[in-house]
């Protein structure tokens, strides 16, 4: 199957890209950095609040387009525990602009056999955006297409010190049945108790505003990761761009530390 016969290209620049993408070595998993909304707001003399508005836009779009060319996992860098320094009526803004988001688009989601999860300490969310995350993650748990995952209230650093405290209760309850000297930790004992548990771990990192650093964002995850990062600021970042970092994923040789490998895919 040819990447035209999944996705229809909006003008020529998409369909020169999509000829040449290769469907049966897209990457198994995509996580985005959304950055750059305020960026944008800025350039334009407008409120931060119009760049997130802007950027939950270009999520529908990228979501769509990534469900449509059948990837398996796509993750998007959405709130981290860091965001919570920022202005009290940002964040509620944010917080609001969530709910309205998976108010209007759950059954488009739902519709499309996408299954929603969400990652990172939802308990210290205001309890409404709780309860609708939680509506929408039953709403969608038996879906078997893209699984979207939403890091939200997401660090990678807490992720591991909630992983290790896991896998510490799990030892003391092994030693007190006895067991402990079974008990034993390596790199699947440590991934079983992420926060991603389950999902493969991302083969390309996408970063928006051309900001190069990883930003405490799926730290063990991306390990072997192809990294990359793009000038555009989210609120531009296009289905176009998209497909681009698509294709220079397939031009590169992923080697794992070895002497090479088939680009763009595992061996």
């Given amino acids: 199957m040819k990447a035209t016969e999944l996705l ?23 996580a985005i950095i959304m950055d750059g909304n305020g960026r944008w707001a800025q350039k334009r003399h407008l409120p931060r609040i119009a760049g997130h508005k802007a ?4 999520a529908r779009e990228v979501i769509e387009t990534c469900a449509r060319l059948k990837l398996p996992a796509l993750t998007l860098y959405a709130f981290s525990l860091e965001n919570w320094r ?3 009526a940002e964040i509620d803004f944010l917080m609001r602009l ?19 999860l969400v990652i990172g300490r939802p308990d210290q969310l205001p309890a409404a955006v709780r309860k609708d995350i939680e509506s929408a993650m039953r709403t969608t748990e038996k879906n078997t297409g893209m699984r979207l995952v939403v890091a939200l209230n997401y660090g990678a650093r807490a992720e591991l010190v909630d992983a290790f405290k896991s896998m510490l209760g799990e030892a003391q309850h092994a030693a007190s049945n006895g067991g402990l000297a079974h008990f034993h930790v390596d790199e699947h004992t440590i991934s079983r108790h992420l926060y991603t548990a389950g999902l493969p771990d991302p083969d ?4 928006t505003s051309g900001e190069m650093r990883v930003s405490n964002f799926l730290l063990w995850q991306i390990a072997y990761a192809e990294i990359y990062v793009t000038e555009t600021l989210w609120p531009d970042f296009t289905r176009a761009h998209l497909l681009e970092a698509l294709q220079d994923y397939q031009r590169r040789e ?9 680009s763009g895919s595992k061996s």
Wanted: a positive charge; charged letters at 30%.
């Fill in 204 to 207: 390309l990192l996408i970063r």
């Fill in 98 to 116: 969530l709910r309205e988001y998976l108010r209007k688009e759950l059954p488009v989601i739902h519709k499309n056999n996408i299954r929603l």
């Fill in 86 to 88: 920022r202005p009290k």
């Fill in 55 to 58: 950027g939950v836009r270009v």
């Fill in 254 to 262: 992923r080697r794992y530390g070895g002497l090479g490998n088939s």
């Fill in 8 to 30: 229809k290209p909006a003008g020529p620049q998409e369909a020169a890209v999509l000829e040449h993408l290769d469907p049966k070595r897209f990457p198994q998993h995509v």
